[in-house]
């Protein structure tokens, strides 16, 4: 799947976001290595703790379906359902994708224009370390 085909699926994803409080709609497209691509969204709380950001839905989502292998992920954000700039995933889901996800995973953030930052995993959380070599010490 071309990057492009993910930036579409997280922007139709972002129209499903639940964000009454913020207005701050973010979609997600995460794209498994056997192609399978989940969506997520962000849905709001009005006690904000248990709000979950579109990243980590998409994943838990994958991950409930048993997929463990990941390739890349699109991430869409903006105020009143626009985009309004490309960001990065929250610390939270950095440590998720890194949970699941080697150093050279793909993150692509979307610009207002359509346009995406491509960065990998390891350039978006230095110094980080995963189950793997947890479990090892």
Do not use: W
Request: hydrophobic share 40%; glycine share 8%; charged share 20%.
């Amino acid at each position: 799947m071309k990057p492009e085909q993910l930036v579409d699926l997280a922007i139709e994803a972002m129209g499903h976001a639940y964000s009454p409080y913020s207005g701050y709609s973010v979609g997600a497209a995460l794209l498994c290595e056997d192609g399978t691509v989940y969506q997520g969204c962000n849905i709001e709380n009005a006690t904000f703790t248990p709000t979950i950001c579109a990243e980590r839905t998409a994943f838990f989502k994958a991950i409930y379906d048993g997929k463990r292998s990941f390739k890349a992920i699109a991430v869409c954000g903006g105020k009143d359902g626009k985009i309004t700039g490309a960001f990065p995933p929250c610390g939270v889901c950095r440590q998720v994708m890194r949970e699941f996800c080697k150093d050279d995973f793909m993150i692509y953030m979307i610009g207002a224009d359509k346009s995406y930052e491509a960065h990998t995993l390891a350039e978006i959380l230095p110094f980080s370390f995963s189950a793997a070599e947890h479990m090892a010490e």
